[in-house]
């Protein structure tokens, strides 16, 4: 990518309004193009492009750089990330940054140290290294510098993942079958997908493989009550509602009212009748209360670090540390404890998180498990994607890595209540 003289500065300036990182980078972004609206589509797609690239990149850029500015770390990127020659870049350069990209091109990043290979902060390293040899962290980080396919779910209420894809290769966009989730589709490039008439028809919604998995661990069944216990913005929802066929009842809860309101529209698109979103204060609502011990399906996708989305989401980096993590873990375990009590005897919980860290997922589960030993017990992850021909097997828990599976990084557990009611 070899940015104009006006791209150039324009992405200097989204960068000046990026990296103190107040705000997750995307939010930071939309409001730097609202605040330029002079800026056209295709500006704004390569100025994105870069600006995410510095973000995967930063670690080894800023050892690169002396003087760590927008500018420099601009530079250092299109000459290290990009392969723009001292040619190309000499409409953006004095004499003396000449010589220092020279200089920097020159360097390997095998010679660095395993946290600049990697791109991971030196806490992280040290939280992957309790669980992962030295040579699975690099390939993992490896793998979270890469920028994320896009997936797309097909929405079985109104299309067949057949027909979908082939529409989408007479329209001339790349299309395969997701290798696990059967209703999944992996689009190479990044085409504008909402604008796209299956997607405005709701035929298709954009879904991380990974996400769509979870779908199937729940393996909810046609007029059973369901309930998404963090829903956001819903796509896990819709696509339970799909499973059951429209048919039973789903309550999406989430605190959020912006995110259920992001909800609607797609709710609309889906041919949907029996998902109902429910804003809620916290997780001992009284609307949760009144569903105590009368649910068949819960799913948990809980507040967490979100580390295993890096490819999508790399200023989370930053943004996260090892006390956020602590609080994230006190936060899950609250959520859990709170959502098992919805399941009536037989019903079945899936745990769910976008993070690396057996704290978050493991630990989570395990001690949630030695306090209510005799009234859950943890299924098998395994068997439970077997039986539905799914070929993906990460033993009792799903654990899914970028470098192995090409999804995000994602953990689930799949626990059952017991028969007996609760003590």
């Not at 990209?101 to 290294?129: C, D, G």
């Amino acid at each position: 990518m070899r940015p104009s003289p006006a791209q150039f500065d324009m992405t200097i300036a989204a960068i000046r309004t990026v990296l103190p990182l107040k705000a997750p980078a995307d939010a930071l972004l939309r409001q730097f193009f609202r605040e330029h609206p002079m800026i056209g589509q295709n500006d704004r797609a390569i100025i994105a492009e870069i600006v995410f690239g510095i973000l995967r990149h930063r670690i080894f850029l800023e050892c690169l750089t002396e003087k760590i500015t927008p500018h420099s770390l601009l530079l250092a990127y299109l000459a290290k990330f990009e392969g723009m020659n001292l040619r190309e870049l000499a409409t953006f350069i004095n004499d003396s940054e000449a010589k220092w990209l020279a200089r920097i091109k020159a360097i390997s990043s095998t010679s660095q140290s395993l946290t600049i290979q990697a791109e991971f902060p030196e806490w992280l390293v040290e939280k992957l290294q309790k669980f992962m040899s030295d040579n699975e962290i690099l390939e993992l980080g490896q793998a979270l510098q890469c920028p994320a396919p896009l997936d797309l779910r097909v929405n079985t209420l109104l299309a067949k993942q057949d027909e979908v894809l082939a529409t989408l290769n007479q329209q001339g966009i790349e299309a395969n079958a997701t290798p696990y989730s059967p209703i999944g589709i992996r689009l190479t490039g990044k085409p504008a997908i909402n604008k796209n008439p299956l997607f405005l028809s709701g035929k298709i919604e954009v879904q991380d493989e990974s996400s769509q998995i979870l779908g199937y661990l729940l393996a909810p069944r046609r007029g059973e009550m369901v309930v998404d216990f963090c829903a956001g913005a819903g796509g896990k929802a819709l696509m339970l509602g799909a499973l059951m066929h429209s048919q039973g009842r789903i309550y999406a809860f989430d605190i959020s009212e912006k995110r259920l309101n992001n909800l609607k529209p797609r709710l609309k698109r889906s041919g949907l009748s029996n998902l109902h979103p429910q804003r809620i204060n916290n997780e001992n609502d009284a609307r949760i209360k009144r569903l105590q011990g009368k649910i068949d399906r819960v799913l948990v996708d809980a507040p967490c670090s979100g580390l295993g989305t890096l490819r999508r989401n790399p200023d989370l980096k930053w943004r996260q540390n090892p006390q956020s993590i602590d609080e994230l873990k006190t936060k899950q375990t609250v959520i859990l404890t709170s959502a098992a009590k919805l399941l009536k005897p037989g019903g079945r919980l899936v745990y769910a998180t976008c993070s690396l860290l057996p704290e978050e997922n493991q630990e989570i589960i395990e001690h949630f498990l030695s306090e209510n030993a005799s009234c859950f017990t943890r299924l098998n992850c395994a068997h439970i994607l077997s039986q539905q021909n799914i070929p993906l097997d990460t033993g009792e828990y799903l654990q899914l890595f970028p470098n192995l599976h090409h999804t995000d990084g994602f953990f689930a557990a799949a626990l059952e209540r017991s028969k007996e009611n609760l003590a």
